[in-house]
């Protein structure tokens, strides 16, 4: 069974870009959250799909999105880049359907220059 | 909001037991969580509990878990260098769909 697929797993960005990170869960799981890593705040809640909807969100502004496609893939969206967003961006797969077990990816590493 | 504590650093010989400990604040958390992370990667799920439980083993990996004082510990049995890495405690929301980490605990196993 393949695990957790995040790409792409290193992105340099400068101030005012946006980006887009996705997440491939494993296969049959239904959830994705997304959480970002820094060393100054540690891992922190971002969001959770569930079936293409967004079920919780984090304390984060409104320039960090996302969204869950029909295959559970799911997509986060950051625009107009700050240097405080670099960042390890973790991607969970979760089961669903009673079963809440966190499966990480690999991680995106996004810098911001 | 959920609040989870961990010690920053613990450091054994080759052999040794280690216990890392976390503290959290919300009593309805469901699930508890222990993740591995080493250097540039993400996080290796590497046991559960789940709250009705006061005790859970796997192998060389044993949970405990005392709701009355919000504790939660990780055993590790005859802990090997590559056992080295930081371990992260988390708890889940209630409705399991959110986890809130602890700030990690950095495990240095000495030769």
């Known amino acids: 069974k393949a695990g957790v697929t995040q790409t792409p797993r290193y992105l340099i960005k400068t101030r005012g870009q946006q980006v887009t990170l996705s997440c491939s869960p494993i296969?049959?799981?239904?959830?994705v959250s997304w959480y970002q890593q820094t060393p100054g705040q540690g891992l922190q809640f971002l969001f959770e799909?569930?079936?293409?909807?967004?079920?919780n969100k984090g304390n984060f502004p409104g320039r960090f999105s996302g969204r869950q496609f029909s295959n559970s893939r799911s997509e986060m969206n950051v625009s107009t880049l700050e240097l405080g967003d670099s960042a390890l961006y973790l991607c969970?797969?979760?089961?669903?359907?009673?079963?809440?077990?966190?499966?990480f990816g690999p991680g995106t590493r996004l810098t911001v220059l | 909001g959920e609040d989870v504590e961990q010690s920053l650093f613990l450091s054994v010989r080759e052999g040794d037991s280690s216990v890392i400990n976390c503290t959290y604040t919300?009593?309805?958390?469901?699930?508890l969580y222990w993740y591995k992370q080493e250097p540039g990667a993400g996080l290796q799920l590497l046991t559960y509990?789940?709250?009705?439980?006061d005790m859970k083993q796997d192998q060389r990996l044993t949970v405990l878990l005392n709701k009355k004082d919000k504790h939660l510990s990780l055993r590790i049995a005859d802990t090997q260098t590559g056992d080295s890495a930081i371990y992260f405690c988390?708890?889940?929301?209630?409705?399991?769909?959110?986890?809130?980490f602890g700030g990690g605990t950095r495990l240095m196993v000495k030769p």
């Open positions: 509990i789940f709250s009705n439980m």
């Open positions: 988390a708890v889940d929301n209630n409705a399991g769909n959110m986890l809130t």
């Open positions: 799909y569930f079936s293409e909807t967004q079920r």
């Open positions: 969970a797969s979760i089961p669903g359907q009673g079963q809440f077990e966190q499966f």
């Open positions: 296969s049959g799981h239904r959830s």
């Open positions: 919300d009593s309805s958390s469901t699930y």
